[in-house]
């Protein structure tokens, strides 16, 4: 099944100081390996550091 997703706003890349300290509970083997799923807390994190890089709404 494919999900089809569509974007609300246009963000600004972050810069890797603003998100390592969120996603580094994720690193494992080393630091070699990631996991990709975030939890909850993860999530809410990176999301409020996306909203002070907001471009522009898309409609």
């Keep these: 099944m494919k999900v089809q997703k569509r974007p609300c706003l246009h963000c600004k890349p ?13 690193y ?9 799923e ?10 409020s550091k996306f909203s002070y890089c907001l471009l522009t709404p898309i409609f």
């Design 38 to 47: 975030l939890d909850r807390i993860q999530t809410a994190n990176l999301i």
């Design 14 to 26: 972050l810069a890797e100081t603003l998100f390592k300290s969120i996603i580094q509970d994720n």
């Design 28 to 36: 494992y083997n080393d630091q070699h390996h990631f996991m990709f």
